[in-house]
């Protein structure tokens, strides 16, 4: 394979690159000499499962394993202490050494269900920052100052605010570039949302001599289903990627079809040619939409369980949709007489809010024993019944 056609993979979808010129080299060096390169992710494990938008950077991680790098795949144990400040308008809580090593075990499971274990490093942060001591944590404060860490959007807003940022919040920054120096990382991966954190390991790699400064790729933020916000639990907009097998590949058969071609790109381990060749043949008819999507349920369901259940999976949803049957397998409630019916889809999880119930009752996406339902305002008596939210949400209750 060409390095031509290697940068071109590398360059999929992502949001932005800061020294191209580096990545092209390493990466050219390892197709004349073998030599691999290093790549940097690091994950805390502040929640204990993965979504399709996490699964981005793993995807192009794979793409890196394929020409040449070696992943450092680096669970924050240390840094999770803390909680990454990114993004967020208020100092996070801490979390207990348990937890976050109860999650990085749930973590390694998931990643290595995308990326190839024979060319990972699996490594903690706490192997070297427990070790880095008052003298080297001081010593680490001293390459930055407070008026270049306010120049960061998010503390810039709260101190503006006058919202409390803690010490340890401008410590965080710091420690994540140090992991870049610890390793020697020759490239670091992330969101968008992490481009301060990412420049830091250039700068520290500087500051502390190590013989390179590492190119960072940053990646998109994944839609969710909805195709306007982020995918996010809290939204219920996600595919989990320890979803069940039916619920991954019905999600992913409910995106439009524009947003199909951005999970594709994103998410898909077809290469650019056979994607493009793929929506031609759609745009062309010679292909259904339908097809596409699919071929796409087909293979992200399989990457996380297996090709028999991803066939069963389709079953499930030809069944359940094209025959407009209810599923047999519906988890059952027992809920208070009266209950409104906003709180009741919520407390059955069919709906993350009743504010979210609420719109959709009035989009009309809301049935009731498959009748479909307006009255926002309505109360549930005794009685059993089939809650439903658009096509593959189901609970059965029983109420009073």
Same mark, same amino acid.
């Given at each position: ?78 840094? +999770? %202490? ?21 999650? +990085? ?45 306010? =120049? ?9 605010? +006058? ?24 490239? =670091? ?41 982020? %995918? ?61 999507? =699919? ?6 369901? +399989? ?98």
């Amino acid at each position: 394979m060409s390095i031509a056609v290697a940068m071109a993979e590398i360059e999929r979808g992502i949001a932005e690159i800061i020294d191209l010129e580096r990545i092209e080299k390493i990466v050219s060096r390892y197709y004349e000499t073998g030599e691999p390169y290093y790549v940097k992710l690091g994950l805390d494990p502040t929640a204990p499962d993965l979504h399709l938008g996490h699964t981005v950077i793993l995807q192009k991680l794979s793409i890196f394993q394929k020409f040449g790098g070696i992943v450092q795949l680096l669970i924050g144990d240390f840094t +999770a %202490m803390i909680g990454d400040p990114t993004g967020k308008n208020e100092t996070r809580k801490v979390l207990d050494r348990e937890t976050i090593k109860t999650n +990085a075990k749930t973590y390694q499971e998931q990643a290595f269900k995308i990326l190839d274990p024979e060319k990972t490093e699996l490594v903690f942060n706490s192997t070297w920052l427990d070790a880095l001591g008052a003298d080297g944590m001081v010593q680490l404060t001293t390459q930055f100052n407070v008026a270049r860490m306010l =120049e960061r959007d998010d503390f810039s807003k709260r101190f503006k605010g +006058a919202q409390s940022i803690s010490i340890s919040e401008f410590i965080y920054p710091l420690l994540q570039g140090y992991d870049s120096v610890a390793l020697k990382s020759d490239i =670091e991966l992330g969101g968008t949302d992490q481009k301060f954190n990412l420049l830091m390991g250039r700068h520290l790699q500087r500051s502390y001599s190590v013989d390179k400064e590492q190119a960072v790729l940053m990646m998109p933020i994944l839609e969710g289903l909805d195709g306007v916000q982020k %995918m996010s639990k809290s939204l219920g907009n996600y595919i989990g990627i320890t979803d069940k097998p039916n619920d991954i590949f019905a999600k992913i058969l409910s995106i439009s079809d524009e947003l199909m071609w951005r999970y594709y790109e994103l998410l898909s381990s077809l290469s650019l040619d056979k994607i493009a060749s793929l929506k031609s043949a759609v745009i062309g008819g010679s292909v259904h939409p339908k097809k596409a999507k =699919e071929q796409l349920a087909h293979e992200i369901t +399989a990457r996380f369980h297996n090709e028999e259940l991803a066939l069963v999976a389709k079953v499930a949803f030809d069944n359940q949709f094209k025959a407009n049957q209810i599923p047999d397998d519906i988890p059952e409630f027992e809920l208070e007489d009266g209950i409104w019916i906003c709180k009741a889809l919520v407390d059955v999880g069919i709906e993350p809010s009743t504010s979210q119930a609420h719109r959709d009752i009035g989009q009309g996406a809301v049935r009731i024993d498959q009748e479909k339902i307006a009255d926002n305002k309505m109360n549930l008596s005794a009685g059993e019944y089939i809650l439903q939210v658009g096509k593959r949400k189901f609970a059965k209750v029983k109420v009073g």
